[in-house]
């Protein structure tokens, strides 16, 4: 059923894109369109095949180069399987098309278990003063870590690249102190992971792990490899820090 429910919205997907580059789309400028709902449709083929839209979300004026850059998220339910498309366009500037129209350079789909909305948060996570956009992607096994998928704007390239391994990374942060990605892991205690974007993924280079008695600072080389670098006393079990050299916690002032 899985199999047949990821055939179907994949050819969904496929007709949807070639119409998408083959026409003016004639859809205002909006942003923040959030938890739209259409009704269910049925679509008759044998069996009745059972499929809702869920959730819609558009922005054409924060993300990438503003104003000239849309992002579309779109939640699909087939059967008891939930989808998320992402759509990206950019404007036709530097073609023989009309400047006016959006141009669809890349789209994504992926399997979710979400319980909640997007959320959507767009600002910029790599500090090349473009927007940037996450979302919530899933749900974890703790309610704690709120799980999100990453993507960053490429201006050089003009699309967005999916950060492949983003979920990995809960709670994640710009963190601009260390112009990096921060991460706060709860689990039997917690953990602040600092990662780097690589290409289309991100790469820890250290941690801070908290317990009851320590915080632990490791060095993390690029084969995933940890060495501790130093321990302090801990001053609580669920901490989370910007800094691991000094150690500073997100709530100090100095």
Not at 52 to 60: C, K, M, P, Q
Not at 83 to 91: A, C, E, G, L, M
Not at 109 to 120: C, D, H, Q, R, V
Not at 129 to 150: C, H, K, P, Q, W
């Amino acid at each position: 059923m899985k199999c047949f429910s990821i055939l179907i919205l994949t050819t969904l997907l496929f007709c949807n894109s070639n119409q998408e580059m083959k026409k003016h789309i004639d859809r205002p400028d909006t942003t923040e369109i959030a938890n739209s709902k259409a009704p269910s449709d049925d679509i008759q083929n044998g069996d009745t095949l059972k499929t809702e839209i869920i959730e819609t979300f558009v922005d054409s004026l924060k993300i990438g180069e503003k104003g000239k850059c849309k992002v579309e998220l779109i939640k699909h339910r087939v059967y008891d399987d939930k989808f998320v498309i992402i759509k990206f366009y950019i404007k036709a500037r530097h073609t023989t098309q009309d400047p006016e129209t959006w141009m669809n350079t890349n789209i994504y789909s992926y399997e979710t278990n979400a319980m909640t909305g997007f959320e959507p948060n767009i600002s910029d996570f790599n500090n090349d003063n473009y927007n940037d956009i996450t979302f919530i992607s899933g749900t974890a096994a703790r309610g704690a870590n709120e799980v999100r998928r990453l993507f960053i704007y490429d201006n050089q390239m003009q699309e967005l690249i999916s950060i492949v391994n983003s979920q990995d990374y809960p709670n994640m942060l710009y963190n601009k102190e260390l112009d990096c990605i921060d991460a706060f892991m709860v689990h039997g205690a917690s953990t602040t992971v600092f990662a780097k974007i690589s290409g289309d993924r991100l790469t820890t280079f250290a941690t801070v792990q908290n317990s009851e008695y320590f915080h632990t600072i490791n060095l993390v080389d690029e084969n995933g490899n940890e060495r501790e670098l130093y321990k302090v006393k801990s001053k609580g079990v669920y901490v989370r820090h910007k800094n691991f050299k000094p150690l500073i916690e997100y709530e100090d002032e100095n």
